[in-house]
C-alpha cells in the first residue's frame, strides 16, 4: 500500500474538499482513505500501487485547481497499541 499526498492551490470550502476526492476517486478507482482539507491545502490517499503523478495532474488540469506538489511513501499499518 502507498499513500499519496498532494499539495494543490485552489481549495477555499468543504465543496472543493468534496471536488478534489470525487476527482481522485475517478482518476484512481482502487483509491481508499480519500481525503482532502481545504485549510492544509492537501489531498491525501491511499493505493495498491503507487500513483501515477501525470495522470494525477492530467485528472485534476480540467477542474480548476493546481497540483503544487506530489509525494509518495509507503503506507505502514498501525496496530491496536
Known sequence: MVQTTVR??????GMCEAHIAD???RAFPGA???KASHRKGTAVFVTEAAA??????QA?????????EV???PCVK????
Not at 8 to 13: D, F, V
Not at 60 to 68: E, I, K, N, P, Q
Open 78 to 81: 498501525k496496530g491496536l497499541f
Open 60 to 68: 485534476f488540469d480540467a477542474t480548476g485547481y493546481r497540483v503544487l
Open 23 to 25: 476527482t481522485i476517486r
Open 71 to 73: 509525494s509518495s511513501e
Open 8 to 13: 494543490i492551490e485552489g481549495m477555499a470550502c
Open 32 to 34: 481508499k482513505k480519500v
Open 52 to 57: 501515477d503523478e501525470a495522470a494525477l495532474r
